[in-house]
């Protein structure tokens, strides 16, 4: 029995069933999709834990020559390769384990380089890149999205990791593995994934069970008279028909589940996307905090991220939905300029972010830092940086300034906007 038909059966009743979104009333100011299944952008929106470092990344610092002095970076400024008008750092043993990525995707891809995050702390950086605002009382930008267009989704906003304080206006939901929801999704089969065989020995039975079991709850609900009681049958009712929800996933999946943890919760968010019951996912990796040993702790994780964000865009293809997801990269700030004494880097609040999708113009470069990875203001209108804040005119950008274009772009309305408001002024960030 889906939705649908639990719906009907309760009008059949003389009852109504109280979605939640219709219990709060900024998210019930959200507009609905239309239907029964979300088919607009997708956001993907990936954390790397801990700091990550732009100047090996998309920012990039090499040294001028081999034996420079305190060097930003291991390799040679001249061996910085370039997609398009995108930059990038030569990792890997010969230079090229960003290529997949970024020679791939760069005619879609906008990196975002000298945003100033304006703090050193991991929770208050974290906070800020995901909601713009790094103070709490905002919830991340995935769930102002996910409460504007599918508030009253099962699971809106998938969270793995990252940023989930939604403050209320959806919730985060976490699905687990690919394992876990196939469990989730038939829990009457010893085999989830193969035969429709059960423990009851027919294939019937499950279904009129779940059947007998709604009937039940409304026949109880019927006669309570006491509000407290009756909504949480309604939730009861409601939790039920989330295993109807979980084997539209769980159909949606892929035979060939993947063996890494970053790509699984991928494949499962867009899975929950193509059933049409999830607006967007926050997923994350950590082990970024790298104060010693940065080169072989650091960079060995930055090209798993940078791959984790290349699959995804693969599975899009795959699934014949790639122009309509997004994907945004970002991490809590990025890493000081040179090594510490354990050749480590340390906290350092100018930090990157790459995204790209529907509505985000590609090969392009907005902002930028000096040579020691220093601040630069930007012009508000080009974009482009003008000099350090000692000697130049221009824009600090922000994560607010980022913040305010995305929910733009998303679509976020005036109401969430108003409730959450962000610092300074609108910047043509995707036009």
């Known amino acids: ?49 801990g700091g990550w470092d732009p100047t090996h990344l998309c920012d990039p610092k090499g040294r001028a020559t081999e034996n420079e002095n305190n060097p930003m970076g291991r390799f040679l400024k001249s061996d910085i ?42 929770d208050q950086g974290t906070r800020g890149t995901w909601s713009g605002r790094t103070a709490e009382g905002h919830p991340p930008i995935g769930a102002l999205i996910a409460a504007t267009h599918g508030p009253n989704l099962p699971m809106p906003l998938i969270g793995y990791g990252g940023y989930l304080d939604t403050q209320g206006v959806t919730n985060a939901v976490p699905l687990g593995d690919g394992g876990l929801l196939h469990n989730l999704a038939h829990p009457s089969r010893p085999d989830p994934t193969g035969s429709e065989e059960n423990y009851f020995g027919h294939p019937d039975v499950p279904g009129i069970v779940q059947r007998e079991q709604q009937l039940r709850l409304l026949r109880m609900q019927g006669k309570q008279r006491l509000p407290r009681i009756w909504d949480g049958q309604n939730e009861l009712m409601l939790a039920r028909l989330g295993q109807d929800d979980l084997k539209r996933v769980s159909e949606s999946l892929p035979d060939d589940f993947s063996d890494n943890q970053l790509e699984r919760q991928i494949q499962v968010a867009l899975a929950a996307y193509q059933a049409g019951l999830s607006v967007s996912v926050s997923v994350s990796r950590g082990g970024f905090d790298t104060h010693g040993n940065h080169d072989g702790n650091h960079l060995p994780r930055l090209i798993d991220f940078v791959n984790g964000a290349n699959f995804a865009m693969q599975e899009a293809e795959r699934m014949g939905i790639a122009d309509k997801v997004a994907v945004v990269m970002g991490s809590d700030f990025g890493r000081t300029p040179g090594y510490n004494n354990g050749n480590g880097k340390d906290h350092w609040p100018i930090s990157s972010m790459m995204m790209m999708g529907p509505g985000i113009p590609g090969n392009r470069v907005i902002g930028g830092t000096d040579d020691r990875h220093g601040l630069q203001l930007i012009d508000p209108v080009t974009l482009l940086p003008t000099g350090s804040p000692d000697t130049a005119e221009g824009t600090r950008l922000s994560i607010a300034h980022v913040h305010r274009a995305l929910r733009n772009l998303s679509g976020v309305p005036n109401d969430f906007k108003a409730a959450f408001p962000l610092a300074g002024e609108d910047l043509p960030i995707f036009s």
């Open 1 to 49: 029995m889906d939705r649908r038909d639990f719906m009907r059966m309760a009008s059949w009743a003389g009852l109504t069933c109280v979605l939640p979104a219709a219990m709060d009333p900024l998210r019930a100011s959200a507009q609905p999709i239309s239907g029964s299944a979300y088919t607009g952008t997708y956001w993907i929106f990936m954390h790397a834990g």
């Open 81 to 122: 390769r370039t997609a398009g008008n995108i930059e990038y750092a030569p990792l890997g043993d010969d230079g090229t384990a960003l290529d997949a990525f970024f020679q791939t995707h760069y005619e879609r891809l906008l990196v975002i380089n000298g945003m100033d995050t304006t703090t050193n702390g991991h």
